[in-house]
């Protein structure tokens, strides 16, 4: 299976507007699961269809392996047709008046393959994605989820080199959509094919992708593994799109008790660094503490007022006021504590994100060993 290499890819609808894709590197690896997450407009889309060659580039150039399939500069520029790739749309785009075999059979009778390769092909994809019950049946007679399958399989049968998958799951609903993820990662495990998911359900990019590139405004924010896009966010931006309940971020420029807290805080810890325009806390990262606190603890301390409890199922959202700041916790414990209730709460001083005032990540450095902490070393705050 071949890589897809974009190489300052930028595309303009109109010259005078801003890019819809403004120069792109991006290096997606042989046999890989790469998802574009981003919001609606971000450019996520217009990437893939320029990849599928639906497309054609403004600037840069798009190689599927070694083979060059677009190029301005170069005046190259390869149909999709002739790219050797899957497409999976939202829209199953599925022929109403064919079978679920038909169907899949056809992208083979325009490759012109004979008749019991034909079938062959066919009993196999019908076994892999569990819809062999289906083949004589109609779109029509089909659920979403067993359509979308069918529309997988179209494009599995005629064995892509890469398959490209634009929002496919947006349709379906939740349960149909759980399963449909465990159905693309089984298929990219058992089949190794590159793929390329575009969405804007960020737990979908997370669940499904071996690397993620963020994307807003037609530009690159961040590309790295679930994890590194969850721990580290290069920027603001990731850190507030990527998470829910989305992280919380307190302004130090803003004068407020919370922040003049932090800042002292910061200093305190060896986390402060000149440029530092706002810190930002995971909610599930906050910890109420069952009593009262121990002021030689090295981490941030604060007191605070419990405004409301969200239950989501199997977890609770608990919004906290800090002396006039609003702060969301998420834990999966069965909250024990009313509305109105006042708590400790404790964060680590390494799950405090720093942003300077261009949104850009600070990675501040960390002291080998915290610094003891006599008790009036952190100024502790009292409920507003």
Same mark, same amino acid.
């Given at each position: 299976m071949p890589d897809i290499a974009l190489h300052h890819v930028s595309k303009r609808y109109d010259p005078g507007a801003a890019p819809a894709v403004a120069d792109l590197d991006l290096l997606i690896e042989e046999g890989e699961f790469m998802c574009l997450l981003g919001p609606s407009g971000c450019g996520k889309s217009t990437t893939l269809r320029l990849i599928a060659g639906l497309e054609s580039l403004s600037e840069g150039e798009i190689r599927l392996g070694d083979r060059l399939v677009d190029s301005r500069a170069r005046g190259c520029f390869v149909p999709a047709e002739q790219r050797n790739l899957g497409l999976v749309f939202q829209s199953y785009a599925l022929w109403p008046h064919l079978t679920v075999a038909q169907n899949i059979e056809f992208g083979l009778k325009l490759r012109k393959q004979d008749a019991p390769r034909r079938r062959a092909t066919l009993d196999q994809v019908l076994q892999t994605l569990g819809?062999?019950?289906?083949?004589?049946?109609?779109?029509? #007679?089909?659920? !979403? +989820?067993?359509?979308?399958?069918?529309?997988? =399989?179209?494009? @599995?049968?005629?064995?892509?080199?890469? %398959? *490209?998958?634009?929002?496919?799951?947006?349709?379906?609903?939740?349960?149909?959509?759980?399963?449909?993820?465990?159905?693309?990662?089984?298929?990219?495990?058992?089949?190794?094919?590159?793929?390329?998911?575009?969405?804007?359900?960020?737990?979908e990019a997370m669940a499904l992708a071996t690397r993620i590139a963020v994307m807003k405004d037609g530009q690159l924010q961040q590309l790295g593994t679930p994890h590194e896009i969850y721990e580290t966010p290069a920027n603001r931006f990731v850190a507030e799109f990527v998470g829910t309940p989305?992280?919380?971020?307190?302004?130090?420029?803003?004068?407020?008790?919370?922040?003049?807290?932090?800042?002292?805080?910061?200093?305190?810890?060896?986390?402060?660094?000149?440029?530092?325009?706002?810190?930002?806390?995971?909610?599930?990262?906050? #910890?109420?503490? !069952? +009593?009262?606190?121990?002021?030689?603890?090295? =981490?941030?301390? @604060?007191?605070?007022?419990?405004?409301? %409890? *969200?239950?989501?199922?199997?977890?609770?959202?608990?919004?906290?006021?800090?002396?006039?700041?609003?702060?969301?916790?998420?834990?999966?414990?069965?909250?024990?504590?009313?509305?109105?209730?006042?708590?400790?709460?404790?964060?680590?001083?390494?799950?405090?994100?720093?942003?300077?005032?261009?949104?850009?990540?600070?990675?501040?450095?960390?002291?080998?060993?915290?610094?003891?902490?006599?008790?009036?070393?952190?100024?502790?705050?009292?409920?507003?």
């Open positions: 819809i062999e019950a289906y083949r004589h049946r109609y779109p029509a #007679q089909l659920s !979403g +989820g067993q359509q979308q399958r069918v529309a997988l =399989a179209r494009m @599995l049968a005629v064995q892509p080199e890469i %398959l *490209l998958l634009d929002e496919p799951l947006s349709n379906l609903d939740a349960r149909l959509r759980l399963e449909m993820r465990t159905e693309l990662k089984r298929i990219h495990r058992q089949l190794g094919t590159t793929m390329l998911f575009v969405t804007h359900d960020q737990w989305p992280i919380n971020l307190v302004e130090l420029s803003l004068p407020s008790p919370l922040a003049s807290q932090l800042t002292r805080y910061l200093g305190t810890c060896g986390r402060w660094q000149p440029g530092i325009e706002a810190v930002g806390i995971r909610p599930e990262r906050i #910890q109420v503490l !069952g +009593g009262e606190p121990d002021l030689a603890d090295p =981490a941030l301390l @604060l007191s605070a007022h419990l405004t409301s %409890l *969200l239950p989501t199922g199997g977890s609770w959202i608990l919004e906290l006021t800090v002396a006039g700041d609003r702060l969301h916790l998420c834990t999966q414990t069965p909250p024990s504590w009313a509305e109105g209730a006042s708590l400790w709460l404790r964060v680590r001083a390494e799950d405090l994100h720093l942003f300077d005032s261009q949104g850009r990540r600070l990675a501040a450095p960390r002291p080998a060993a915290p610094t003891p902490r006599t008790p009036c070393s952190q100024p502790v705050m009292e409920i507003a």
